[in-house]
């Protein structure tokens, strides 16, 4: 299903690098906080390897209200995939005259469509921002990972601040996923040296944000960044950068050498 529609978090399922518990969590609807990403969710998991988990999913699937279902798969954006899938189970695409939301068709939890996440986003508060970030690292502390998942997809900036460290893949990309992060966060995350190397590959990759300079620059100055990943940015950097690059003691030796062969080759230019 290579052209199925894909995040971060949904790559991590479709590798098989997800846990029974999460997996069964997102077989029942509850993860995603898009319905292109339930839907996506939907269809691995149908084929998953636990029995268990196919009959959760399949229960799911069912709960789908049908008219909303074929509204969503008339949007234009839907992959083929989910649209041949929900075809066998005799559910055809339906045009709309109006804007097909994106938000999940069903949410396990709460029983109704999800529209409204349990908390503000960017809330401010009373408290002082020390204390209120204090507050928030302890409450994100004693999370299980599945409920940092879905606090990362669907919480505030706050949290995602603080969960695009956490030490579990799936929860910094869960961040990486939210429908919500935005240009200036992922500018933030580039510059981050205490996240994780997969978190900042998948930054580097994204064309969206990685057509950002400032996303450039910020990972091909990271020492945590993965080395092939600097490799490819440093020549899309401007000569003033490349020069500091080469003179940075902070990033790998061979991401220096590139940028020294660059700067070498522009003096041989100019000569």
């Keep these: 299903m290579d052209s199925l529609y894909t995040t971060p978090l949904l790559d991590c399922f479709r590798r098989g690098e997800v846990a029974p518990d ?3 969590l997102a077989a029942q609807g509850v993860l995603a906080p898009r ?6 969710l939907l269809v691995l998991l149908s084929d998953d390897a636990d029995p268990a988990i196919r009959t959760a999913t399949e229960s799911t699937l069912n709960r789908i209200p049908p008219r909303e279902l ?3 798969l ?3 954006d839907v992959a083929t995939e989910i649209r041949e899938f929900f075809a066998r189970r005799g559910i055809q695409p339906e045009p709309s005259a109006e804007p097909i939301s994106d938000d999940p068709l069903l949410d396990a939890e709460a029983g109704t469509a999800a529209g409204s996440d349990e908390r503000v986003d960017d809330g401010g508060g009373d408290e002082p921002d020390g204390t209120r970030r204090l507050a928030t690292i302890q409450r994100l502390s004693l999370m299980t990972v599945s409920q940092k998942i879905k606090a990362a997809m669907r919480g505030s900036r706050e949290e995602r601040a603080i969960l695009i460290r956490d030490p579990n893949k799936l929860v910094s990309l869960a961040v990486l996923s939210s429908p919500k992060v935005s240009q200036p966060e992922i500018e933030a995350f580039s510059k981050m040296a205490n996240v994780s190397e997969e978190a900042l590959r998948v930054i580097g990759t994204t064309r969206a944000w990685s057509k950002n300079y400032s996303v450039v620059r910020a990972l091909a100055f990271n020492p945590k960044s993965p080395i092939s990943i600097s490799m490819t940015l440093v020549n899309r950097l401007v000569e003033k950068d490349v020069r500091m690059l080469a003179a940075d003691r902070n990033v790998p030796e061979p991401v ?3 940028a020294r062969k660059i700067v070498q080759a522009g003096q041989s230019r100019k000569h």
């Design 74 to 76: 008339g949007r234009p």
């Design 35 to 40: 319905a292109h990403e339930q839907l996506g």
């Design 22 to 24: 999460v997996r069964m």
């Design 70 to 72: 074929a509204l969503f």
């Design 256 to 258: 220096k050498i590139l």
